[in-house]
């Protein structure tokens, strides 16, 4: 149970502004995460990790000499917004360019794809680095789907001491890939987490039993088994690992025994004797081996094992020396550059000024009100949109989706007040819901309002027919971005009935109105159907069997949406207390 908090909702920023002025003295908060306090003597590739918070010490307490140049922060369990890895990556930026670094997660890869095209395009070299270490989440076949837990530990030490020592990009990348490819993990549960100001866990287990496969945002294992005796437990991890060995793998090993957040350094250091008892009979040579907790998931009772196979290449790397504020090792050199406190370009820019048709300032209004309705219906229905995705995924779609429509009803609400038309009052709409929400249902529903803004304009109030493009083009970003077809069971099984029905209405004649009044029930009936579905994307996707009976989160959540938008984008007259 996470108890100290004033709002939940601000939780994440309140405890990084905590962290960053506890470790002053070696870091600085920026706009979206945190950078090292000291900037360096000469270029060097700036290596950053990221992800969603509740994870400490990653990600930003790995800031530090020999480790992360920077991190970027999401809300908790939340990948951060593409806004977000882009400041960060501006204020690390001495140079030499920069690599991300994170967990393989549907958001983080949108979110950092899209920083990276931007600072791409300003002349900024920039790459990703995918960590995909946990062997339960899909078959060796398919490693590239698997996700990112506690293997992004040696990834980034090994990625930051090759920084450190002045490789170049290129080569921060390919040693980075590598000790991706040579690294697996495999980890269970005890009990879940739990959210701060939830009233109950994410998921629970029965007493004595464990959940193996878990990952690191909450979500429960894949399968449910009685709890074994230490020796046991340990030889379930090891045999799990070594089937994983790598072809031509050498005998010297980086092992991590890592506590998700609740489970007691003594019952690590029990578990510890059974791991290196087994790993050491099998042959291997365990250097530097860390035991405690380095990638958490908030309260979560549970425990990982992660292998790194090394070579001559890698064990200098993982056994040089750091310094950050959550993890020592060796002596390693303290700053010497200059202190920065620059500012960001967004402690700069002027307010926009908006040139728009009289007509279109008047729909804006009306775009204002839908957003307003939206925000309503979402913080209503945030506990249930919550507790669809904690059967399969995270639990935090209800929290995410009401970060995302509160920031933009403000944005919305702000632009109109400033004379924008509706194209850019929705456009400002967009940008604020992908920022403060993060995560891929952020992203998405920031793009696609985005679009749909870019499509309306800022001429005139737009008929029904030029309403259906608007609602094409919202789609058609979302399918771009998100390459979900219908039945993957994501948020486009509710989009695309929606968006085909006002078409074809539209185009029979029908009114706005009435068209869209139809669309939503197509929506509604679309996201309900997805129970029967098992999921093809995102988090669920390991977990699918679990998520079947259970409508998709996010085809409910924007059926919802798009329901109560109708009276105000279309004039729909609704019922009231409807819901998808």
């Not at 950053?48 to 918070?53: D, I, K, Q, T």
């Not at 194209?423 to 696609?448: F, I, P, Q, Y």
């Not at 309306?456 to 979900?484: H, T, W």
Request: negative net charge; proline residues 5%.
């Amino acid at each position: 149970m996470t108890r100290i908090f004033n709002n939940p909702s601000d939780f994440a920023e309140e405890a990084l502004a905590g962290f960053c002025d506890v470790h002053a003295n070696l870091v600085r908060q920026v706009p979206g995460g945190a950078v090292r306090r000291h900037r360096p003597r000469q270029p060097k590739v700036a290596v950053l990790a990221g992800g969603g918070s509740g994870h400490y010490p990653a990600f930003a307490g790995l800031i530090g000499t020999g480790l992360a140049d920077g991190a970027v922060v999401g809300n908790i369990f939340t990948s951060p917004s593409a806004q977000q890895a882009y400041s960060v990556a501006k204020a690390a930026d001495s140079g030499a360019g920069v690599v991300f670094t994170y967990g393989n997660y549907a958001g983080d890869v949108m979110n950092f794809g899209m920083a990276s095209e931007r600072l791409a395009a300003e002349g900024i070299e920039v790459e990703n680095v995918l960590v995909t270490d946990d062997v339960a989440s899909a078959p060796p076949s398919e490693s590239e789907k698997r996700r990112g837990i506690a293997g992004d530990f040696t990834v980034f030490k090994i990625m930051g001491a090759a920084a450190e020592a002045g490789a170049d990009l290129a080569e921060v990348v390919r040693l980075g890939r590598k000790a991706n490819d040579l690294t697996r993990t495999i980890g269970t549960a005890f009990h879940g987490c739990t959210f701060p100001g939830a009233e109950a866990p994410l998921f629970t287990l029965e007493d004595r039993q464990m959940g193996l496969g878990l990952g690191i945002h909450g979500e429960p294992g894949l399968f449910d088994t009685d709890l074994p005796p230490a020796k046991e437990l340990g030889q379930e991890f090891v045999s799990r690992l070594l089937a994983e060995t790598p072809h031509g793998a050498g005998d010297r090993i980086a092992v991590i025994l890592n506590g998700l957040g609740s489970t007691k350094h003594e019952e690590l250091f029990v578990l510890w004797l059974s791991v290196a008892t087994l790993l050491r009979a099998a042959g291997y040579t365990l250097v530097m081996p860390e035991v405690g907790e380095l990638v958490t998931s908030l309260d979560m009772a549970g425990v990982s094992l992660t292998v790194t196979w090394l070579d001559d290449e890698l064990e200098p790397l993982w056994t040089a020396p750091a310094e950050t504020p959550a993890y020592r090792r060796g002596n390693a050199a303290l700053p010497g550059g200059e202190a920065d406190e620059s500012a960001t370009a967004e402690d700069t820019e002027a307010p926009e000024a908006f040139a728009a048709a009289e007509a279109s300032r008047d729909y804006a209004q009306q775009c204002v009100a839908a957003l307003a309705a939206a925000r309503e219906a979402i913080h209503d229905a945030e506990k249930f949109l919550g507790d669809l995705d904690a059967i399969a995924g995270d639990g935090d779609h209800g929290r995410g989706m009401v970060r995302g429509i509160d920031a933009a009803s403000a944005a919305v609400a702000d632009a109109a007040s400033r004379g924008a038309g509706a194209g850019a009052a929705l456009a400002a709409a967009g940008d604020a819901w992908a920022d403060n929400a993060g995560g891929t249902s952020g992203v998405l529903w920031g793009a696609g309002l985005r679009a749909f803004g870019e499509a309306v304009g800022n001429d005139q109030a737009p008929s029904a027919a030029e309403l259906a493009a608007a609602v094409a083009a919202f789609a058609a970003r979302i399918a771009e971005l998100g390459k979900a077809e219908v039945g993957d069971k994501t948020m486009v099984d509710a989009l695309v009935p929606f968006a085909e029905t006002f078409s074809r209405l539209t185009s029979e004649g029908a009114g706005a109105d009435a068209g869209w009044a139809e669309a939503a029930r197509e929506a509604a009936s679309a996201a309900q159907a997805t129970a029967a579905l098992r999921p093809l994307k995102g988090r669920a996707r390991p977990l699918a069997e679990k998520s079947v009976g259970t409508p998709d989160p996010g085809a409910t959540s924007l059926a919802m949406v798009f329901t109560v938008f109708g009276p105000h984008l279309a004039g729909v007259r609704q019922a009231a207390g409807a819901r998808p």
